[in-house]
């Protein structure tokens, strides 16, 4: 495509040039001043090369544009997939959180998508138009020398105003990139489902849409200040350009009155001048757009290249499966330099087979913890270890290759059942047994046969599935509680994970099935490390370990019993949790709480479906202050 693009562009940058001295050739023949020849002899053949290039003037625009689509859409697709692949390769989260990579990674995106093909379409572009300049400033050389050496002249003020422009311009993208983003931002909730009941509720509409367009109005207002500086530095040397080409005319016909030109000359001069100036524009403007790509592309290439975020040496090692349990040591950690301590010297061992339960109140860093577990970020002192070895050391896909999680944010994809639940072990896309299982597990398989299309039915309606010939019918919204279910069904699908991870893994569930849910997943978390994090203290009492974070410090740990014995942090939450349960009425209250009698068993069996029944019993209510 690139071939075929540079033939055209050396044919259409000489084609002017020809068609010029053809003219010029059949009018001097015309006026039967050929040397050594009537005035008809060879025009046939003049008027034939007239026509071919006349043809090729007209249908060549046509074919290179095809060719620059084409390549225009190659590039795409490899710098797109570069790109993607470059941010695959971040193993961590920080790069994804700093607003400035956020900044240049949308300016890739665009300059990506387009810097490449503007390159190679504005360098073929200057090389046309120098071409026909070439041919004409040698025609002008011809006719009048001291004209050509006008016209370059006049063209340097012109170079060097777009060339500044063209830096301006991409100044300009960098500076207003931040209010391109939040604009794109405000319009997403004005126009995505997400926030669509927010906005209707709190009549959030007017106010969104006024801090959009105040976005946009930033953006135009400062690019209606390089338009108008880009109008001013321009205008001059168009101008010094017209009057010069004026100058030039206005002298050709006054040569060809004094018979110091034929009428031919005329013809190539004008041609030529005017040939000249729009050549010169073109290379100009083609050269002008080179250089702005090629500065917008310094941030694709700055974030394809942008080092990994973590830490990760030439040798790691590869992850074996746990064995005697991951250790953190003293490890401190904050989002950045600038931010408080989240973690401060936390020591903590979640032994192999063992759950471990992370309890607290709302910023103490549970949910910080799980990422370190994660590795999305390191310490920022002390160490975490797999096994005795420091996580540093890992080969950071095999570790988490060995960790199944529901994050307390956990995703919703706009894809089918079978999708959102593969997705958490991809080979299982084709595996309907183990998805199948998985969703048995979570009491969401009946849910899903029942949807329009069983596991293939999409789970939202913003898009349509082809496969139903776009029935809009098909697409189905789940609960809250449904997909949280979904999101269990994704972590247990890494059924031969080591580590098992749940934060807040039943906010969202009704009591019954919470209750059902906690009972499966202590099954299957058995004889499995797990890490478990919620608000809701009964569904943690059963675990090996229950460890207390406050704000950044693991304050108390132990089992259950040893915490209520000890009187301390867990013991006061889990009164008020309990307590919240025994207030109001008694006719309100659990049957078990009213009496005080002793039904809660370490596995928390309800009495009935009665939610307060049912927490209650889960509860038990022997610690309860009475
Ligand atoms: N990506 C982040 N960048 C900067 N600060 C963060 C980030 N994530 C969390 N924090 C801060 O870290 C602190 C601990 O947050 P974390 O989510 O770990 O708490 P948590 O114990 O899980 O709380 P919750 O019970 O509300 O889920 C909070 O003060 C929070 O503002």
């Given amino acids: 495509m690139v071939a075929l693009q540079a033939a055209g562009a050396v044919v259409a940058g000489i084609a002017p040039v020809a068609t010029a001295w053809l003219t010029k050739l059949a009018f001097d023949r015309l006026a039967g001043a050929a040397p050594g020849g009537g005035p008809v002899a060879g025009l046939f053949a003049i008027a034939l090369g007239l026509a071919v290039a006349t043809l090729v003037t007209a249908v060549l625009p046509q074919v290179v544009q095809y060719a620059q689509g084409e390549l225009l859409r190659a590039i795409t697709l490899r710098s797109q997939a570069t790109l993607y692949d470059a941010l695959n390769r971040l193993p961590g989260l920080a790069r994804f959180e700093d607003p400035d990579f956020r900044d240049r990674l949308q300016l890739a995106e665009q300059s990506g998508r387009q810097a490449p093909a503007q390159m190679v379409t504005s360098a073929l572009g200057s090389a046309r138009a120098l071409l026909t300049m070439v041919g004409f400033v040698g025609s002008l050389i011809a006719i009048a020398p001291w004209m050509a050496g006008i016209l370059g002249l006049a063209a340097v003020p012109v170079v060097w105003a777009e060339l500044t422009i063209s830096r301006t311009r991409a100044r300009l993208a960098r500076s207003t990139v931040q209010a391109v983003r939040r604009e794109s931002f405000y319009a997403e909730l004005l126009s995505g489902l997400r926030a669509a009941q927010e906005v209707r509720l709190f009549g959030l509409g007017r106010f969104l849409r006024g801090r959009m367009l105040g976005e946009l109005t930033a953006v135009h207002d400062a690019t209606r200040r390089l338009d108008r500086r880009e109008l001013r530095v321009q205008g001059v040397p168009a101008l010094l350009g017209a009057v010069v080409v004026a100058a030039g005319l206005v002298w050709a016909i006054h040569a060809a009155g004094q018979g110091r030109l034929g009428i031919g000359d005329i013809a190539v001069f004008v041609a030529a001048v005017a040939g000249c100036q729009s050549a010169l524009t073109e290379l100009v403007r083609t050269m002008a ?326 927490v209650g019993a889960r509860f038990g209510t022997t610690e309860a202050p009475r």
């Avoid at 063992?354 to 910080?368: E, F, I, Y």
């Avoid at 998805?435 to 048995?440: C, D, E, G, K, P």
């Avoid at 014995?565 to 049957?591: C, E, M």
């Fill in 289 to 614: 757009i080179a250089h702005q790509s090629l500065l917008l592309y310094d941030h694709y290439r700055a974030v394809i290249t942008s080092p990994p975020d973590l830490v990760v040496p030439e040798r790691v090692q590869a992850v074996p499966a746990l064995r005697t349990g991951i250790e953190l040591r003293d490890v401190w950690f904050r989002y950045g330099p600038d931010k408080p301590w989240v973690l401060c010297g936390v020591d903590l061992t979640i032994p192999a087979g063992r759950t471990v339960a992370l309890v607290g109140l709302n910023g103490a860093g549970k949910s910080t913890l799980v990422k370190l577990l994660c590795r999305f970020y390191d310490p920022s002192f002390g160490s975490l270890s797999w096994d005795g070895v420091d996580y540093r050391g890992l080969r950071i896909d095999g570790l988490r290759g060995r960790i199944a999680t529901v994050f307390q944010d956990f995703m919703h994809y706009e894809l089918t059942a079978r999708e959102n639940i593969a997705l958490g072990d991809l080979p299982a896309m084709q595996d309907p047994a183990r998805l199948t299982a998985a969703a048995r597990a979570v009491r969401l398989h009946d849910v899903i046969t029942r949807l329009p299309r069983g596991y293939d039915t999409l789970l939202t309606r913003t898009f349509l599935d082809q496969r139903d010939g776009g029935d809009p019918e098909t697409g189905v919204l789940l609960s809250g509680g449904q997909w949280q279910r979904i999101a269990l069904a994704r972590a247990l699908l890494r059924d031969q994970s080591d580590l098992l991870i749940l934060d807040e893994p039943s906010s969202g569930l009704d009591a019954e099935a919470e209750h059902e849910i906690h009972q499966r997943l202590r099954e299957l978390r058995d004889g499995r490390t797990s890490v478990l994090i919620s608000h809701r203290l009964s569904a943690v009492r059963t675990a090996d370990v229950i460890v207390v974070l406050s704000q950044g410090r693991v304050v108390e740990q132990g089992s259950h019993d040893t915490l209520m014995a000890a009187g301390g942090h867990y013991a006061r939450l889990f009164r008020i949790q309990a307590g919240g349960y025994r207030t109001g009425s008694p006719a309100d209250a659990p049957p078990d709480a009213r009496t005080g009698s002793p039904t809660g068993t370490p596995t928390g069996t309800p009495t009935g479906t009665h939610v307060g029944a049912h």
